[in-house]
């Protein structure tokens, strides 16, 4: 079994570290999806990061280990247990449901253009993890919060039980922050992957728009969303983001046509340990205190600051030249201090700043993105994701159909959870279908001729009762985590003691405990 072996702890173990232990036998890709799965079953009833386990990845790692047996290696993603977000389809025996009971059991009739590319680099699609419904695009913020789905539920952030968890590619993140997979795949509109990346202490790349194809993974603003890695380093995101890399078909995202390569670069080759050499990197303060919330006392802002200011002077001893400056659009009264050290007269300055400053700091560029969110082209994305679905899997055929099952559904928790972006969306663009639209789709760019016609299903068939909810994730583990109380299962306080380890996330660090939570007992 895989535990007899000597092998680094989950929540630190590398790609080329798993690559290096699968090619010399120490492991094998179907003895690290074991593992995996067991941790999921241990972790994920609190954290609520996976919503769906895929019942072949033991099979597909088996295949794997038996081509590498055979000398068959595909590249260094062969055989290696990855993540992605529930809105990317997979063609298999998962649910596609953005995070939506309403999609339960819908088959897609193609899978996402980057799924075909990751199983052809030989990754194991190990699961599908937990979201902000819709990609956030459902609700008004202030009647959900980040990380909900009526699916998946409330997930949890990986360093404290009430850790928000950031969204909305919450469950990637947090996935793995705590060494539920090797990587995993997000989407963003405007920080679903930077954020949860950040407040998770993981890596997560926004690709440049065009990139890495979107097909087949659901749209909440086409203009912007994009598909990215997150990893626990920068060098396992830059593996995985070559992988899912390329050109894809003009009829499934033509956007990747403007790619200026034929074929992706090894994007690892890129890093560099010198190449932040003469760079020049800004620190606006007053874009980032107003986010530092008046309610937290001064001793965890004490350690935010402390953190934020080691983060500066590693990226100083790597040659960086640090320039404090201040957003010029954005009040300039947080911004007239310079170096923020804590052991200075300045932090005062900066106590002051956070306690005058409102905790929904409204930013000038904000409107205009929140309005993005509105545009027609998500409706009209939602509604040609629906038209790729067989019709004899769902009676869904668009928005409105979505927000009748959603507002009747218990699990939706509306109206507590209320559908106001899709009624906006509805009342504004009552014809989503106009040739504004169908340019700034995905599939359909400007630049290129447009088509004759949307593609849409041949009829509607007639509307029959939701299937009944499935849920493949293995059981919870009744065990206790190792050194947990039973009240926190350990998770969260095992978290704390790896920041007093590392001392590099801005989160509080408390006393421990005995136990030393997500991090014990896998491989030891």
């Known amino acids: ?16 570290e798993i690559g290096q232990l699968l090619q010399e036998r120490t492991t094998t890709s179907e003895e690290l999806v074991d593992v995996y799965l067991q941790r999921i079953s241990e972790v994920n009833d609190k954290l609520r990061a996976i919503n769906e386990i895929n019942p072949d990845a033991q099979a597909i790692a088996r295949e794997l280990d038996g081509e590498r047996a055979l000398g068959k290696v595909r590249g260094p993603l062969h055989g290696v247990p990855i993540l992605v977000k529930d809105v990317v389809a997979t063609k298999d025996k998962m649910n596609n449901t953005a995070g939506s009971v309403c999609l339960l059991e819908a088959r897609v ?20 993890t937990n979201l902000s419904e819709w990609a956030g695009f459902r609700s008004d913020f202030d009647t959900t919060s980040l990380g909900w789905s009526g699916y998946g539920g409330q997930g949890r952030g990986a360093y404290r039980e009430d850790q928000d968890p950031g969204g ?7 996935a793995v922050s705590v060494g539920l ?28 728009l065009g990139l890495v194809s979107r097909h087949m993974a659901i749209a909440s603003c086409p203009r912007q969303d994009v598909v990215g890695p997150l990893a626990r380093t920068v060098k396992d995101a830059a593996y995985l983001l070559t992988a899912m890399a390329g050109k894809d078909t003009y009829e499934n995202d033509n956007a990747t046509l403007e790619q200026p390569f034929e074929s992706p670069p090894d994007y690892t080759k890129a890093l560099d340990r010198d190449a932040l050499q003469g760079a020049r990197i800004g620190v606006p303060w007053n874009g ?51 170096h923020v050290n804590a052991q200075s007269s300045d932090q005062q300055i900066v106590n002051d700043d956070i306690a005058s400053a409102s905790p929904h700091t409204t930013y000038p560029w ?9 545009d027609p082209n998500a409706l009209l994305a939602i509604n040609t994701y629906l038209s790729h679905l067989d019709p004899s899997s769902t009676p869904l055929r668009s928005l409105q159909d979505l927000a009748t099952c959603t507002t009747t559904h218990p699990l939706e928790q509306h109206p507590r959870r209320d559908i106001s972006q899709w009624t906006s969306a509805l009342s504004t663009h009552s014809s989503p279908t106009s040739a504004h639209a169908v340019d700034s789709l995905p599939i359909r760019p400007p630049r290129l001729r447009p088509r004759r016609h949307l593609r849409r299903p041949a009829n509607r068939h007639p509307r029959r009762p939701r299937p009944p909810l499935r849920v493949q994730l293995p059981p919870p583990s009744l065990r206790r985590l190792p050194g947990g ?27 421990g405990g005995a136990g030393d939570g997500v991090r014990a007992g896998l491989f030891e």
């Not at 909305?168 to 993140?173: E, N, R, T, Y």
Request: aromatic share 4%; net charge negative.
């Open 1 to 16: 079994m895989c535990n007899s072996h000597k092998i680094p702890s989950l929540l630190d173990i590398t790609i080329e």
């Open 109 to 128: 009739l193609e899978e996402a253009s980057i799924i075909t590319k990751l199983r052809r680099a030989g990754a194991i699609i190990l699961g599908k």
């Open 168 to 174: 909305s590619s919450s469950g990637s993140a947090v």
């Open 181 to 208: 997979a090797a990587a995993a795949a997000g989407t963003e509109t405007r920080g679903s992957i930077i954020i949860p990346a950040e407040w998770n202490n993981v890596v997560g790349v926004k690709p440049t």
């Open 288 to 338: 980032i205190l107003p986010d530092l919330h008046p309610a937290q006392s001064p001793e965890h802002l004490e350690v935010i600051l402390h953190r934020f200011n080691d983060s500066l002077a590693v990226l100083e001893a790597a040659g960086a030249t640090i320039v404090y400056t201040s957003f010029p659009c954005l009040p300039a009264k947080q911004g007239e201090h310079t």
């Open 366 to 374: 904000d409107d205009a993105n929140t309005s993005a969110y509105q």
């Open 485 to 511: 109380d039973g009240a926190d299962g350990g998770v969260w306080r095992g978290r704390e003691r790896r920041v007093a380890e590392r001392t590099r996330s801005p989160v509080a660090v408390c006393d």
